[in-house]
C-alpha cells in the first residue's frame, strides 16, 4: 500500500528511525509534508545539510503544529520530556506515536503528558543498523520488517487504522500485541542478545592488553558479529534496559541457570547433551531464515557498509538490498 494518507508529519528526534522515517515517509509519498526537529543543534544542523524532509524545526511545538501525526523518536528515557515539550503544539485531532523498544514504561511516560483528547498508538519497529545519526536512514529500512504496535486505552480504532496503514505502505508486516507481552518478547529476542554482546565484547577488551592485542587480530566471524551489535547507540540501549529491568532480569536469570547447565556439560563431558542441545539450536538458526528474516547466504549476505553520504544517498547495505539487519533497534 502507497499514498498519501497524512498532510503533515512530525518526528521528533532524527536518529536513524527516525531520518530512516523522514526518507520513507516523501519517497512513498505517504505524507505530503514532512518536518522533522531533534533536540541537538548539530543534528538539526546536519539534518538541514542532507535535506532531510521538507522542514527542520527548531522545537517540538514549532514542529508539532497542525500535524495530522506526530512520531516520538527518541531513547524512551526521553519520551515523557519530549512528549511535555510538545504538548502546546498539539491540536486534538493530532495522532501521536511512538518507536520504542520498551512499551510499558514508555505508554506510561507519554499518557501522562498527552491531553485525553489526543489519540495514542504505541509502536515498535523491529528494524534498525548499527549505525545511528540523520545520516544513517534510509527509505528501505522498514520494508520486509515487522512494526509491532501495542494498543493502549488511549488507542482509538480510527488511530489504529492510520498508524497501521503507514507502516504497511512503508513496507512492514504489522502485528499487535499487548505492552506486557512485548516487553517480555523483546527481552529474550533483542535485549538479552544485546546485553550478551555488550558484556562479551567488554570482556575482549579487557583481556585485550593481556594478549598483546592478539583478541581483536584474531577475531573470528563470531566476535565479529557480537561486535557489530556492541556497536549500537548506547544512550538507547541504557534507556532500554532501565525502561524494562523487570523483564531483561527475568530473561537474564533464565540464561544464568541455562549457562550453569552448560557449565554442567563440559565439566562433566557430556557430549551427548552438548550435541542435543547444539542440534536444538541449529533448528532455531533454521527456522528465522525460512521465516525471511535472515538470508542463508555467505557471510549472512552482508556487505561492508558505510554510513550515508553528505548528499542523502542510501547505505552500502540498503543499496545491495540485502535482508540482514543484524544490530536490530530495540
Known amino acids: 500500500m502507497s499514498g498519501k494518507l497524512f498532510d503533515k508529519v512530525a518526528i521528533l ?7 530512516s522515517l523522514a526518507h520513507g515517509l516523501k519517497q512513498k509519498g505517504i505524507a505530503a509534508r514532512v518536518v522533522g526537529s531533534d533536540a541537538s543543534p548539530e543534528v538539526r544542523t546536519r539534518a538541514r545539510e542532507i535535506g532531510l524532509g521538507d522542514e527542520i524545526a527548531e522545537t517540538a511545538v514549532e514542529a508539532v503544529t497542525d500535524a495530522d ?3 516520538l523518536s ?5 519520551m515523557g520530556d519530549v512528549a511535555n515539550a510538545m504538548v502546546p503544539g498539539l491540536s486534538p485531532e493530532t495522532i501521536v506515536t511512538d518507536v520504542g523498544g520498551v512499551k510499558a514504561a514508555v505508554i506510561a511516560a507519554i ?25 544513517s536512514g534510509f527509505g528501505t529500512l522498514f520494508e520486509g520488517r515487522w512494526a509491532i504496535l501495542t494498543p493502549s486505552a488511549r488507542t482509538t480504532d480510527a488511530a489504529l487504522g492510520k498508524v497501521t496503514a503507514m507502516w504497511e505502505a512503508l513496507g512492514s508486516d504489522v502485528e499487535t500485541m499487548s505492552p506486557a507481552h512485548h516487553d517480555i518478547v523483546l527481552a529474550t529476542t533483542s535485549h538479552l542478545p544485546h546485553l550478551i554482546a555488550f558484556n562479551i565484547v567488554g570482556t575482549a577488551a579487557d583481556m585485550e592488553e ?52 552448560l557449565q554442567r556439560m563440559i565439566r562433566w563431558e557430556d557430549g551427548e547433551a552438548l550435541h542435543a542441545l547444539f542440534t536444538r539450536t541449529r533448528a532455531i538458526r533454521r527456522g528465522i531464515i525460512e521465516a525471511g528474516q535472515e538470508t542463508a547466504a555467505p557471510d549472512f549476505g552482508r556487505q561492508p557498509q558505510a554510513p550515508q553520504a553528505a548528499g542523502g544517498g542510501e547505505p552500502a547495505e540498503a543499496e545491495a538490498k540485502k535482508p540482514a539487519r543484524l544490530a536490530e533497534k530495540g
Open 13 to 19: 528526534g532524527l536518529g536513524l528511525i527516525g531520518s
Open 69 to 71: 501525526l506526530v512520531i
Open 74 to 78: 527518541v531513547p524512551v528515557g526521553a
Open 111 to 135: 499518557e501522562k503528558a498527552l491531553p485525553k483528547e489526543n489519540a495514542f498508538v504505541p509502536g515498535h519497529p523491529i528494524a534498525g543498523t548499527e549505525y545511528s545519526g540523520p545520516d
Open 210 to 261: 593481556v594478549t598483546q592485542s592478539e583478541v581483536i587480530k584474531f577475531s573470528a566471524g563470531g566476535f565479529r558479529d557480537f561486535t557489530r551489535i556492541a556497536s549500537s547507540d548506547p544512550v538507547m540501549w541504557r534507556d532500554i534496559f532501565l525502561n524494562n529491568k523487570e523483564a531483561v532480569l527475568e530473561m537474564l536469570g533464565r540464561f544464568s541457570e541455562d549457562l550453569a547447565a
